[in-house]
């Protein structure tokens, strides 16, 4: 069974420009996060879905963060405009119900120069 | 403010010995996860413990859940160079199933 997927792994851009960071979750999975991680740090949530609905976006920074879910499944979290401070990991996550363990993709490295 | 305080925050050790990772918090949680990443990737779950006191054990790792389910711990036996990573811990409360992590212990297992 695949895993969590991400893309791109890898994102360089320069600050004040646009990016967007896509997740496909595990097959079924109902519940899906998004994470921020910076170096040598624990994971802090930015924004969790249940369906296509988003149920904690408390902690995303709205003026510039956004995110969606449309269909239910896959997912997309962009920055506009990007500052140097947004470098870090970008972290997707899903899980069969909120109540179940969560599983990981292998992050996005988001760089901002 | 963390909600899941991990101790300590780092932990160099010569392989063959043993360690302890601390996760503390005030709160409560439904159950409490463990994980490990290493450079570059993602968290990788370790296991899940959701009863009060339960202990699970995964080959030479120990996982204990505090009887009040607000602490656990993770006990390495004879570590081995390839445990070395950060170690995570996070907590599933039940009122808003919200998914919140410690900062992480970073362990180094020396050959």
């Known amino acids: 069974e695949a895993g969590v997927v991400q893309s791109p792994r890898y994102k360089i851009i320069e600050k004040k420009q646009p990016v967007a960071f896509w997740c496909n979750p595990i097959?079924?999975?109902?519940?899906l996060y998004w994470y921020l991680q910076n170096l040598g740090q624990g994971p802090e949530l930015l924004i969790r879905?249940?369906?296509?609905?988003?149920?904690?976006d408390s902690q995303l920074p709205k003026d510039r963060f956004s995110a969606e879910r449309l269909k239910g499944v896959d997912s997309t979290l962009k920055i506009q405009p990007a500052e140097l401070g947004d470098s870090a990991v970008y972290l997707c996550?899903?899980?069969?119900?909120?109540?179940?363990?969560?599983?990981f993709g292998q992050g996005t490295r988001l760089t901002v120069v | 403010t963390q909600l899941l305080e991990q101790s300590p925050q780092f932990l160099s050790i010569q392989e063959g010995e043993n360690l302890t990772v601390y996760c503390n918090s005030s709160?409560?949680?439904?159950?409490l996860q463990w994980y490990r990443q290493e450079p570059g990737e993602g968290p990788v779950l370790l296991v899940t413990?959701?009863?009060?006191?339960e202990v699970k054990k995964l080959k030479r790792l120990t996982f204990q859940f505090g009887d009040a389910r607000k602490d656990s711990s993770l006990h390495i036996t004879a570590a081995q160079p390839g445990d070395t990573g950060l170690y995570l811990c996070?907590?599933?409360?039940?009122?808003?199933?919200?998914?919140?992590f410690g900062a992480g212990t970073t362990v180094t297992v020396r050959a």
């Open positions: 097959s079924g999975h109902n519940t």
């Open positions: 413990v959701v009863t009060g006191g």
């Open positions: 879905y249940e369906n296509e609905e988003a149920v904690d």
């Open positions: 709160s409560v949680f439904s159950s």
């Open positions: 996550a899903s899980s069969q119900t909120p109540y179940t363990e969560a599983f």
């Open positions: 996070a907590g599933l409360r039940s009122n808003d199933y919200k998914l919140s």
